[in-house]
């Protein structure tokens, strides 16, 4: 019995996991187009290696794996699909597929859009990494700007960006809204400028982009959240009222749980999406399949 196991060939893991697949030495030569013999003679090479007998051939007609073939065939699967995972990366990479993509999205882009560009990209790019980072108003273009991302889809900034290259992708509706509780939830239309009287929740980002802009803001009394969940939660709460994404709170104004506001000086509006990359760093296939699959997206908003 060895202690120090030799190393396997990748030949030899392949013809272990054929004889695995197929259940026969002969149908796994028929597989490999070669001889019985020849298959036979790799796998006791394999197990002369690794010292330990990978097959029962004693007490079943058909080879059976032992305690340690099971064990040694999880690593070789492993080890085989990962050569095969590389093999597939490089095909990509001498074709132009990048080997990875850096994505920052806008906290306000509905979780439906999301989850459809990456399931999809998951299946058309399989072998492509994926860095997703989720960022709000100003900052998403800050990380393209700082080369943290390779693309990104982001919300409307008031000024252009130099280098910036800036795609449609369409938009959510905004609303007012506040728990039922909340004075500015009563029946009835209020008087312009009576948001001011109460706290208005505003998303704020520390981006030296949007650094002292505000978006929608009202209220004379604001807190400020630079988390999109965290500000739903206290709209529920009926800490403060606050503009918010439609898809995100459907649910909410469907069961009573938020309120939409009548307020004449703030009736919400239109939040509109742009995908974005440098102009010196254009996409490659996989970043422009995103740019393509947002595009559609936002087919749906108009």
Not at 66 to 79: F, M, N, Q, W
Not at 269 to 284: A, H, L, S
Not at 291 to 296: G, K, T, Y
Request: contains cysteine; proline residues 6%.
């Amino acid at each position: 019995m060895i202690s120090d196991p030799g190393t396997p060939t990748l030949d030899q893991l392949r013809v272990f996991l054929t004889v695995v697949d197929v259940g026969s030495f002969a149908g796994a030569a028929r597989k490999l187009h070669r001889a019985t013999s020849v298959v036979s003679y790799s796998i006791a090479n394999l197990e002369m290696q690794l010292g330990v007998s990978l097959f029962d051939r004693k007490t079943t007609r058909k080879p059976q794996l032992t305690d340690a073939g099971r064990t040694v065939l999880a690593e070789a699967r492993t080890i085989y699909n990962g050569i095969d995972g590389l093999r597939a990366k490089v095909r990509g990479l001498l074709h132009g597929l990048e080997a990875e993509v850096h994505l920052v999205l806008d906290v306000m882009l509905p979780r439906e859009r999301v989850v459809d560009a990456l399931k999809a990209f998951r299946e058309e790019f399989p072998t492509v990494s994926l860095h997703l980072h989720i960022e709000a108003l100003g900052a998403v273009t800050q990380r393209v700007r700082d080369r943290g991302a390779t693309l990104g889809v982001s919300g409307p900034l008031t000024s252009s960006i130099d280098g910036i290259e800036r795609i449609s992708a369409g938009k959510v509706a905004l609303v007012p809204v506040a728990a039922p509780d909340h004075p500015l939830a009563q029946p009835g239309p209020h008087e312009p400028g009576a948001g001011r009287a109460h706290v208005q929740l505003v998303l704020t980002d520390r981006s030296r982009l949007t650094e002292d802009q505000e978006f929608a803001v009202v209220g004379t009394r604001t807190w400020r959240l630079a988390d999109l969940g965290a500000k739903h939660m206290l709209l529920r709460e009926g800490i403060g009222w606050g503009n918010m994404p439609v898809d995100m709170i459907r649910d909410d104004l469907a069961s009573g749980r938020l309120v939409q506001l009548d307020l004449p000086d703030c009736s919400g509006g239109d939040y509109t999406f742009d995908v974005i990359y440098r102009t010196d760093t254009p996409p490659g296939p996989a970043a422009n399949w995103l740019i393509e699959r947002f595009e559609v997206q936002a087919g749906g908003d108009a």
